[in-house]
């Protein structure tokens, strides 16, 4: 499942690294939402998976409250999966 983890921790990070700083400025600069609304849905999906792996992955990876909080907080800041990759996942 950890394997599992990295590919979705991987996807969630590239897909709001494309919305963050392509399709929003596409959507503000150039008046057209579709990339917006193209990338949203993924990333939407990947980002509540991301976090419901790492609920399940809690106990088996022995991660404590810090390193889980930590986890949980990489969702939402950019390039944060890559450094939860690199940090907590990597063996």
Known sequence: MKTFFRVVSFLEGT?????????????YWMND???V???GMPH???FVGYIVL????RSELNWNIK??????LASIL???TF??????LRN
């Open 78 to 80: 950019p390039f944060g």
């Open 83 to 88: 450094y939860v990759d690199k940090k907590y």
């Open 67 to 72: 390193t889980f909080g930590a986890v949980l």
């Open 54 to 57: 790492a609920f399940l992955l």
């Open 15 to 27: 897909s709001y690294l494309l919305l963050l700083f392509i399709a929003v400025p596409i959507k």
């Open 44 to 46: 939407g999906l990947l």
């Open 37 to 39: 609304k193209l990338l």
């Open 33 to 35: 939402p579709q990339y």
